[in-house]
């Protein structure tokens, strides 16, 4: 593979033997990026896997990592400023674009190519079929978000009306539906991991459906920046680009227990046995790309996507919202 799966390797050991690949008082001559993510997920394992195996620093990075809690609090912190690159689901950028803005959002990277949330019963349901949401009530996600344009996709795909078959939630503020959902009264909630499996072991509720496997390859979520900052600061986004790429290659090589160890430091309540259950989950439905570069026929169907969904006014070009140039020279 890339001749840099080496030192991330080296870095792996150091970091299940407990020692620090790079100090963190040897900081001066990095560049400082500050990355806003749409949610803290092991769904991102990759990214964290990067971080801790000390790869933004072998590229000159010293990144800080802020959660945005949503993918419109992410592209408000990008379009301001206080971001220097954003990660979330795509859709967000072509909104922005749609509004006219002239410094729009560019994707350069994408991680996730399926997605990566679970339905949650409040019962075992080992012969769950999605006709059964037929008159139920789900906590669901933001109305133009990802994880909720995907699960109408799949409704529609199994013959359900998402606006009368069943009564979608969408009053809850993004990652706090797992807290509310024992007292709320709906019969599901749609979750990310590690808040999917940490009901099921609270007894709180069942896991009873992949929406990565059924919805099928999905571009989910991919690393943007502005236009104007990616071309001021190209060799900073080649850079981020290499060091995710390294990430990357690391989970698609290693075991979920080992990457559990490795990440372990981001997610410090969740115990590694654990998160290598999540990981394995995630690894079997081939959750992780092996490379960064987001493709036009992806692009194609996260645009059919939002057309279902009624949230695309127009389609846009695949060439002004996403760049593969970097993506590209990373793996190489």
Not at 91 to 104: F, N, R
Not at 131 to 138: F, I, N, T, Y
């Amino acid at each position: 593979m890339k001749h840099f799966i080496f030192p991330c390797a080296l870095w792996a050991g150091l970091a299940v033997l407990g020692l620090s690949g790079c100090s963190q008082s040897e900081t001066s001559g990095l560049t400082p990026v500050t990355l806003n993510e749409v949610a803290h997920s092991v769904f991102y394992a990759p990214q964290y896997a990067a971080i801790e195996l000390g790869c933004f620093e072998e590229e000159g990075i010293d990144l800080k990592l802020v959660n945005g809690g949503g993918a419109d609090k992410v592209m408000t912190a990008l379009i301001s400023g206080d971001a220097d690159i954003g990660f979330m689901g795509s859709e967000a950028g072509i909104y922005v674009y749609q509004e006219g803005s002239e410094d729009y959002a560019v994707n350069f990277a994408q991680l996730t190519q399926r997605a990566g949330n679970f339905l949650v019963s409040r019962s075992p349901e080992p012969d769950f079929q999605w006709a059964d949401l037929k008159g139920k009530s789900v906590l669901g996600g933001r109305a133009g978000g990802m994880p909720e344009m995907v699960f109408e996709y799949i409704l529609k795909k199994n013959g359900l009306d998402p606006q009368t078959d069943l009564s979608i939630d969408q009053s809850i503020s993004f990652g706090l539906t797992a807290a509310a959902f024992p007292g709320s009264g709906a019969d599901y909630t749609v979750e990310f991991e590690p808040f999917a499996t940490a009901l099921e072991q609270q007894g709180q509720g069942y896991v009873v459906a992949s929406l990565g496997v059924d919805s099928g390859y999905v571009p989910y979520t991919a690393y943007s920046a502005r236009r104007t900052y990616m071309e001021e600061h190209p060799e900073i986004i080649q850079g981020f680009v290499n060091a995710i790429q390294k990430g990357l290659e690391y989970v698609n090589s290693h075991s979920a227990q080992e990457i559990a160890e490795v990440i372990h430091p981001q997610f410090q309540e969740t115990d590694t046995a654990t998160l290598a259950v999540i990981i394995d989950r995630y690894k079997e439905q081939d959750t992780w790309k092996e490379d960064t570069i987001f493709t036009e026929e992806s692009f194609d169907l996260l645009q059919n996507i939002l057309e279902e969904a009624g949230e695309l006014k127009d389609r846009v070009p695949y060439e002004d919202l996403v760049t593969t140039e970097f993506a590209e020279k990373a793996a190489d």
